[in-house]
């Protein structure tokens, strides 16, 4: 199994702003997906992305993937303080037993 | 909301207690998962299991055992609870064989041992 790496490790923006955060990964994949964690509790699956594709949306988020780089980002358009979390990537290859997580970005969106 | 639950939600202990940490799930995946975390900071993959009568060790040691004799019950337990074990416990599952599948989480037990 294969860790992914995000970016940045915080990030602080104010309510209608976007907010964009990058993943890195290491080997080659057949998914990535991001998740989000509200203080304190389970993770939420935000949206999965698979290898032969390069881009995703699911209402404000739109996710790219770019697998020549080995990278992921994250854009939340037009952010609101309900979206304050941390965000975690998790890159899934068939090698692995489990997703790996991150240490995750956290995301403080304020009004 | 995914339909998968942990008991108790908080829990603080004295040193030497057995504890088990109560995790099920309504949806009839066959895989299931704890993992640790600690305040920041990454979870760490504890145990696994691919389905009834199917545990495995994840990537961080762990004194913890768990048990699968039903496919919608994944409990874990700790012997002889110490300080070094305080942190958070995430169980979460899926539905397929595959590693990509999406995972579905539980609330957490944060798990205090004094």
């Known amino acids: 199994s294969q860790q992914g790496e995000e970016d940045p490790q915080a990030l602080s923006i104010q309510e209608g702003e976007n907010a964009t955060m990058n993943c890195s990964y290491k080997t080659s994949i057949n998914n990535l997906q991001w998740y989000r964690q509200n203080s304190g509790r389970g993770l939420v699956h935000l949206i999965l992305i698979r290898s032969n594709e390069r881009e995703k949306h699911s209402g404000r988020l739109r996710v790219t993937l770019d697998t020549s780089k080995k990278s992921s980002s994250l854009l939340i358009t037009a952010s609101r303080a309900a979206d304050t979390a941390s965000y975690f990537c998790a890159p899934a290859n068939q090698a692995g037993t489990a997703l790996i997580f991150g240490k995750g970005t956290t995301l403080s969106v304020s009004s | ?114």
């Open chain 2, 1 to 114: 909301e995914a339909d998968i639950y942990q008991t108790p939600r908080y829990l603080v202990i004295g040193t030497g207690k057995k504890i088990t940490l109560e995790c099920s799930q309504t949806m009839g995946h066959d895989k299931m998962y704890w993992y640790q975390q600690d305040p920041g900071m990454e979870l760490h993959l504890i145990h696994y299991s691919y389905g009834v009568n199917s545990t495995e060790k994840g990537d961080l040691s762990s004194e913890s055992t768990v048990s699968r004799i039903r496919t919608e019950h994944f409990p874990l337990t700790l012997e002889s609870a110490r300080p070094s074990h305080t942190s958070q416990y995430l169980c979460a599952s899926s539905e397929g064989q595959g590693v990509g599948d999406e995972q579905f989480f539980g609330p957490g037990t944060r798990l205090t041992v004094l």
